[in-house]
């Protein structure tokens, strides 16, 4: 059962242009939305996390919004840069329990051209 | 701090051997999981530790895959045996604590030929 579910699978944005990808969950337990970052041969970072007490949390040229009625958050890239280009993976878990598990979505390929 | 250390980076084995991927987790954290990543299927989480103590390994596939966490500075996930569809980037990733951002190591990619 896939819990998140992520789209579009892949991504051409040109340079200084807005890169969008969407994530859907399921489990309304979930309170904790993070996004994380994969360069080729490396492992995912996080870049950017939000709860579900606000509507947006924005950091630098990335911005989340979440939509917890549609039960739907998204990331934006502003100015997208050949540097973003990365493969991007939302998450989603709750945060009580000694161990909460991330589910993550099944990734975004972002190709960011000149 | 020198972060999520894995190794081997890279394994290539033939079908029906054993393999054993390690993972040192960054000191501190109490929290240790196992993630598969291939194209198909993302990123699956296969089984998770708090405290050494493995908490749900219910994303282990098959009776081939185990993992152990023998103190809080060495994890192992061994398959054996193992089978080309096995073929994938294994990482683990660690977490201070029971929530908040996870720490991945930069994978071991394993080929079953």
């Known amino acids: 059962q896939q819990q998140v579910k992520q789209s579009p699978q892949s991504l051409i944005v040109q340079k200084g242009g807005i890169s969008i990808i969407n994530c859907a969950y399921e489990?309304?337990?979930?309170?904790?939305f993070p996004w994380y970052q994969q360069f080729p041969g490396k492992g995912p970072a996080l870049l950017i996390a939000?709860?579900?007490?606000?509507s947006e949390k924005k950091e630098g040229r990335f911005t989340i919004s979440f939509n917890k009625s549609a039960k739907q958050f998204s990331l934006h890239i502003m100015d997208s840069q050949p540097g973003d280009s990365a493969t991007y993976f939302c998450?989603?878990?709750?945060?009580?329990?000694?161990?909460?598990?991330?589910?993550f979505g099944t990734g975004t390929r972002l190709q960011v051209t000149l | 701090d020198a972060g999520v250390i894995q190794s081997p980076r890279h394994e290539v084995t033939e079908m029906g051997q054993e393999v054993t991927l390690r993972c040192k987790p960054i000191?501190?954290?109490?929290?240790l999981f196992w993630y598969r990543q291939t194209m198909m299927r993302g990123l699956e989480l296969l089984i998770y530790?708090?405290?050494?103590?493995?908490?749900?390994d219910s994303g282990m596939p098959e009776d081939r895959f185990s993992a152990k966490m023998p103190n809080a500075s060495f994890s192992t996930l061994k398959i054996q045996p193992s089978e080309p569809r096995d073929s994938a980037v294994y990482f683990c990733?660690?977490?201070?604590?029971?929530?908040?951002?996870?720490?991945f190591g930069e994978g071991s990619r394993l080929t079953v030929l």
């Open positions: 530790f708090n405290n050494n103590v493995p908490i749900d």
């Open positions: 000191s501190g954290h109490n929290s």
């Open positions: 998450a989603a878990s709750t945060l009580t329990g000694t161990a909460s598990k991330l589910t």
């Open positions: 489990n309304t337990a979930f309170d904790y």
């Open positions: 939000i709860r579900p007490d606000v």
């Open positions: 990733a660690t977490r201070e604590g029971g929530t908040g951002e996870l720490f």
